[in-house]
């Protein structure tokens, strides 16, 4: 299995860090799993599978995270170039208002990478106000969760594996 | 009415769901599979009822969870617990912060850390390796997340190796991940 947090944050092969990295391979393994759970699921309800790469990778760029960017940019790429007609990969590109579960979204990820501690239940009323259903937000806020998660793991191997 | 709790606390509040928790006796069988293992082999909670509403996720996520917090070697449970408050003091996740905060009261077997640090935050009068710890795991928290060279070092000089390193990572970014959940799909109310 292919683990993309290793592959982005350049992890040399050997060394204490790819040591420390092996004794928690059940654990990379667990991460890589619900990367695949969080952007290629098999049920993707209601946020399809372009549009959670899009997120994903609006995220890596507001955590400044280049591995991670550049690897989301490819998965959205490889959507095809309809994929993302609004650019929400980029940081303060907003979907057209009438674009209401869309609009809806990308509100909550920005809140919820940036700010967390600021979520309220008026935002997840938002959400369904927007239209957007019940299992639909839990598997939007999986994602972001997840996302963040992944992006600060991946900021951590990136410099460990960067010291001299 | 019970009352929406903003400070943090010791004390384990009830968390009300804004999204309605699945109903077990109609879960789906992916939905059933998901919920055999529940975060840290406690009963099934309305948490993770709600999170069941996305069972591909939930099925990973908890297997996760417990290898985070429980596998052995490496950082002790206790120095997980600290990362995992740290995130949620960061993330001011009301809850997380008091499950984990009193774990670790447990576990160690005093309070005083756990005050401190829930009064003064990053300003908290702590022994070294535990204020490197959770100044680390605070910065780490934030958006965007601060992560330099000179604050691995820091880690390094109160004494911990690659793996303890790795392993309060994976605590703190756990975590990060389970407030992005808890603090947003729910609240923390009075037990009364």
Request: net charge negative; hydrophobic share 40%.
């Amino acid at each position: 299995m292919t683990n993309i947090i290793e592959k982005a944050a350049n992890v040399p092969s050997t060394g204490p860090l790819a040591e420390a990295l092996a004794v928690r391979s059940k654990l990379m393994d667990l991460t890589q799993a619900s990367y695949e759970a969080a952007l290629l699921p098999s049920d993707e309800g209601q946020v399809p599978a372009n549009v959670r790469a899009a997120l994903a990778c609006r995220m890596a760029r507001i955590c400044q995270q280049a591995g991670l960017t550049q690897h989301y940019a490819e998965l959205l790429a490889g959507y095809g170039c309809e994929a993302d007609p609004y650019q929400l990969a980029e940081p303060g590109n907003k979907p057209p208002a009438s674009e209401k579960r869309l609009y809806a979204m990308v509100e909550y990820v920005d809140l919820v990478t940036q700010s967390p501690r600021d979520a309220t239940k008026a935002d997840i009323h938002a959400l369904s106000e927007a239209g957007i259903k019940e299992d639909d937000i839990v598997r939007l806020a999986g994602l972001v969760a997840f996302v963040n998660y992944q992006l600060r793991v991946a900021a951590v191997l990136s410099v460990m594996g960067d010291a001299k | 009415m019970s009352r929406v709790i903003h400070k943090f606390t010791t004390r384990v509040p009830t968390w009300r769901p804004h999204i309605t928790p699945i109903d077990f006796d109609n879960a789906t069988p992916a939905q059933r599979e998901a919920l055999k293992e529940t975060p840290s082999n406690t009963k099934i909670s309305d948490y993770v009822l709600v999170l069941a509403h996305d069972p591909e996720s939930l099925r990973i996520r908890t297997s996760l969870f417990n290898g985070i917090m429980y596998d052995k070697g490496g950082l002790s449970r206790d120095e997980r617990e600290l990362g995992a408050v740290a995130a949620s003091v960061v993330n001011r996740c009301i809850y997380c912060a008091a499950v984990h905060a009193q774990r670790y009261n447990q576990i160690v077997g005093d309070e005083k850390v756990m005050q401190d640090i829930f009064l003064r935050g990053k300003e908290a009068d702590l022994a070294p390796r535990i204020r490197a710890i959770l100044k680390f795991a605070m910065r780490l928290s934030e958006c965007p997340p601060n992560v330099a060279q000179s604050d691995i070092q820091s880690l390094r000089e109160v004494g911990l190796d690659d793996q303890e390193i790795l392993d309060l990572t994976l605590s703190t970014t756990l975590f990060g991940w389970a407030n992005r959940l808890m603090h947003t799909l729910g609240e923390p109310v009075s037990n009364t």
